[in-house]
């Protein structure tokens, strides 16, 4: 998909076409339809990165008891 923005309003919101993207990321990190991983990739910035952002925001970062344990399991991997 690709989406065309008038620079007449990107001119108007102050941001740049990056800043755009992060926005459009946050959103969809929000809203539970973008990983951290895919919100990150899409804004075009490293998972560090937007976890920054992320708490720049004071947006809670996704982690659920599912992952704990898959964080888990990879840990006690030998």
């Known amino acids: ?30 809203r539970n339809t973008f990983t951290l991983g895919q919100a990150s990739a899409f804004a075009g910035v490293h998972q560090m990165e937007f976890q920054k952002i992320l708490s720049e925001r004071k947006i809670n970062i996704h982690y659920d008891s599912e992952s704990f344990r898959e964080d888990m399991n990879v840990l006690n991997e030998p």
């Open 1 to 30: 998909m690709h989406i065309e923005i008038p620079d007449e309003l990107l001119k108007k919101t102050h941001l740049s076409e990056k800043d755009l993207m992060i926005e459009i990321a946050l959103i969809f990190y929000q």
